[in-house]
């Protein structure tokens, strides 16, 4: 009996001393584990920071390294900046020849158009104005539309310089874009981000886009660009635009679609009849003569097309 008594003793004593060294050890387990998981999240940290911190360097640029932007900004954004804006400074230099009249041409005794609604003339002024208005470097607004522009041909989610080959990349004539926007001050920038972001027309520009980088029939997409916004321009000082902008009550609107019946009666030219470069007057030339001679016909058949964006 004693020798029984004497087992089971010692049997529990043995069950609690294991007990004991196994809570020790699995104790002793978890606060290695902590320390090592605190030390791995330390690590990792340091890492995301790190990336976070990572920049690019742009080619040409070592020495100027960009961080990815903020936002784009769009062509809607910048008509609520410059409608927002005194722009009387410019109006001086607006001929927005419909209101003001030109009695002794010869145009205004056998074709004068319509004259434009008196609630439009605000935003017609407006738009001539912008073409007026030069970009400005030291205008945060005007650099963050550049580097948008860049941003939407391109796909990047980077920031580029403001100076440099790349914009060569897209189709200006040199590293600085200001002087290819000369001609049509700011508002060749603000077209050319509309046709560029605007979903409706994005599949298009795309289309355009990659024409312009072919190896037989490239050209230099942003150049094009500035010139079909000329012709717009022109056509809505002339008061060709005044009809349609009369029957849809807007100027800005049938003014960008103007734009982008001009670049699709472009693109759908170049392409088929495999048109290059030495043929970009006579292209341009005839795309005015046409647009300008058949307004509405131009909005309609880029209206048509862009509504069926599985074509392109």
């Given at each position: 009996?004693?020798?029984?008594?004497?087992?089971?003793?010692?049997?529990?004593?043995?069950?609690?001393?294991?007990?004991?060294?196994?809570?020790?050890?699995?104790?002793?387990?978890?606060?290695?584990?902590?320390?090592?998981?605190?030390?791995?999240?330390?690590?990792?940290?340091?890492?995301?920071?790190?990336?976070?911190?990572?920049?690019?360097?742009?080619?040409?640029?070592?020495?100027?390294?960009?961080?990815?932007?903020?936002?784009?900004?769009?062509?809607?954004?910048?008509?609520?900046?410059?409608?927002?804006?005194?722009?009387?400074?410019?109006?001086?230099?607006?001929?927005?020849?419909?209101?003001?009249?030109?009695?002794?041409?010869?145009?205004?005794?056998?074709?004068?158009?319509?004259?434009?609604?008196?609630?439009?003339?605000?935003?017609?002024?407006?738009?001539?104005?912008?073409?007026?208005?030069?970009?400005?470097?030291?205008?945060?607004?005007?650099v963050r539309a550049l580097k948008s522009?860049?941003?939407?041909?391109?796909?990047?989610?980077?920031?580029?310089?403001?100076?440099?080959?790349?914009?060569?990349?897209?189709?200006?004539?040199?590293?600085?874009?200001?002087?290819?926007?000369?001609?049509?001050?700011f508002l060749g920038l603000m077209q050319?981000?509309?046709?560029?972001?605007?979903?409706?027309?994005?599949?298009?520009?795309?289309?355009?886009?990659?024409?312009?980088?072919?190896?037989?029939?490239?050209?230099?997409?942003?150049?094009?660009?500035?010139?079909?916004?000329?012709?717009?321009?022109?056509?809505?000082?002339?008061?060709?635009?005044?009809?349609?902008?009369?029957?849809?009550?807007?100027?800005?609107?049938?003014?960008?679609?103007?734009?982008?019946?001009?670049?699709?009666?472009?693109?759908?030219?170049?392409?088929?009849?495999?048109?290059?470069?030495?043929?970009?007057?006579?292209?341009?030339?005839?795309?005015?003569?046409?647009?300008?001679?058949?307004?509405?016909?131009?909005?309609?058949?880029?209206?048509?097309?862009?509504?069926?964006?599985?074509?392109?």
């Amino acid at each position: 009996l004693f020798s029984r008594n004497y087992l089971q003793f010692h049997e529990s004593c043995c069950s609690l001393v294991k007990e004991y060294f196994l809570t020790q050890m699995l104790s002793t387990l978890e606060e290695k584990t902590e320390g090592t998981t605190d030390s791995s999240n330390n690590e990792c940290e340091d890492e995301w920071e790190g990336i976070e911190t990572r920049e690019i360097n742009w080619a040409g640029d070592n020495n100027n390294p960009q961080r990815p932007p903020v936002d784009n900004i769009t062509d809607k954004d910048l008509w609520e900046y410059f409608n927002s804006r005194d722009m009387s400074e410019y109006h001086t230099y607006v001929t927005f020849w419909p209101e003001k009249g030109h009695p002794f041409s010869i145009r205004s005794f056998f074709c004068r158009p319509s004259r434009l609604s008196k609630q439009l003339v605000r935003d017609g002024t407006l738009i001539c104005s912008i073409a007026q208005c030069r970009f400005v470097d030291e205008d945060e607004t005007h650099v963050r539309a550049l580097k948008s522009l860049y941003r939407f041909v391109t796909g990047t989610l980077f920031d580029c310089p403001r100076f440099g080959p790349h914009w060569e990349d897209i189709g200006f004539q040199g590293t600085d874009p200001k002087n290819d926007l000369r001609g049509v001050g700011f508002l060749g920038l603000m077209q050319a981000l509309h046709f560029a972001s605007n979903k409706a027309c994005r599949p298009l520009f795309l289309q355009l886009y990659s024409l312009s980088r072919d190896p037989v029939q490239e050209f230099p997409m942003m150049v094009l660009s500035i010139n079909v916004t000329r012709i717009a321009y022109q056509a809505l000082k002339d008061g060709v635009l005044n009809r349609e902008c009369n029957a849809r009550l807007d100027v800005l609107g049938v003014f960008n679609s103007f734009y982008v019946a001009i670049m699709f009666y472009i693109w759908k030219l170049w392409k088929t009849q495999k048109k290059t470069i030495k043929d970009a007057g006579y292209v341009l030339k005839d795309a005015e003569g046409f647009a300008c001679k058949h307004v509405y016909k131009v909005l309609k058949n880029a209206e048509e097309y862009l509504s069926q964006p599985d074509q392109l």
